[in-house]
Antibody
Framework: QAQLVQSGAEVRKPGASVRVSCTAS????????VTWVRQAPGQGLEWMGW????????ELAQKFQGRVTMTTDTSTNTAYMELTGLRSDDTAVYYC??????????????????????WGEGTTVTVSS | DIQMTQSPSSLSASLGDRVTITCRAS??????LNWYQQKPGKAPQLLVY???SLHSGVPSRFSASGSGTDFALTISSLQPEDFATYYC?????????FGQGTKLEIK
């Protein structure tokens, strides 16, 4: 079945960078996108952005623009998320998830919707001096 | 950015109870609304997509409704495995924001 396996926990000092990987199996990688979501300790979920594994199109939350790079490697079915200029408030669990697109065709105009149906186990990134 | 507001933030209920969690968007999002369940230390799991479509394998005691700005997730008869935190998420417009979460606890 479809599965996403993420890289292991990371510890970084403030100002450093981190790259988290997310390797897909059990489905055709290029048919879907990959979304990245993070969760600070004891807090809710925060959407960071997504990337198409088909053509590399991407959208980033404005707060991460300039600090986050999302890429994919279709030869290894792996998505990457790199975060630079780390701060203590970047300490969080980072999740990747498969992004699925659907269409509601019954409406007068087709309605496109998106959801995340397969999630990685999460990668803990700790930023501490 | 679209703000998603869940209510209540926390809820205490007993086994067998019927509970409803609501989610309101700051502007119309049509049916671009998903619900996720998260248990401590685990990744979120998809429950509902497109406002009312139950994800494969989700028990039928879960149901969801709504469109536009107002949405609801209902659990008809609480089971022990349902005690968790629930999040709504809009995917109409980036950033695809989540609600703040509703923690469902055993009374």
């Amino acid at each position: 079945q479809a599965q996403l396996v993420q890289s292991g926990a990371e510890v970084r000092k403030p100002g450093a960078s981190v790259r988290v990987s997310c390797t897909a199996s059990g489905y055709t990688f290029t048919t879907y996108g990959v979304t990245w979501v993070r969760q600070a300790p004891g807090q809710g979920l925060e959407w960071m952005g997504w990337i198409s594994a088909y053509n590399g199109d991407r959208e980033l939350a404005q707060k991460f623009q300039g600090r986050v790079t999302m890429t994919t490697d279709t030869s290894t079915n792996t998505a990457y998320m790199e975060l630079t200029g780390l701060r203590s408030d970047d300490t969080a669990v980072y999740y990747c998830a498969r992004r699925v697109m659907g269409v509601e065709a019954a409406a007068r105009q087709p309605i496109y919707y998106y959801y995340m149906d397969v999630w990685g186990e999460g990668t803990t990134v700790t930023v501490s001096s | 950015d679209i703000q998603m507001t869940q209510s209540p933030s926390s809820l205490s209920a007993s086994l067998g109870d019927r509970v409803t969690i609501t989610c309101r968007a700051s502007q119309s999002i049509s049916i671009s609304l998903n619900w996720y369940q998260q248990k401590p230390g685990k990744a979120p799991q998809l429950l509902v997509y497109a406002a009312s479509s139950l994800h494969s394998g989700v028990p039928s005691r879960f149901s969801a409704s709504g469109s536009g700005t107002d949405f609801a997730l209902t659990i008809s008869s609480l089971q022990p495995e349902d005690f968790a935190t629930y999040y709504c998420q809009q995917t109409d417009t980036a950033p695809c924001s989540f609600g703040q979460g509703t923690k469902l606890e055993i009374k």
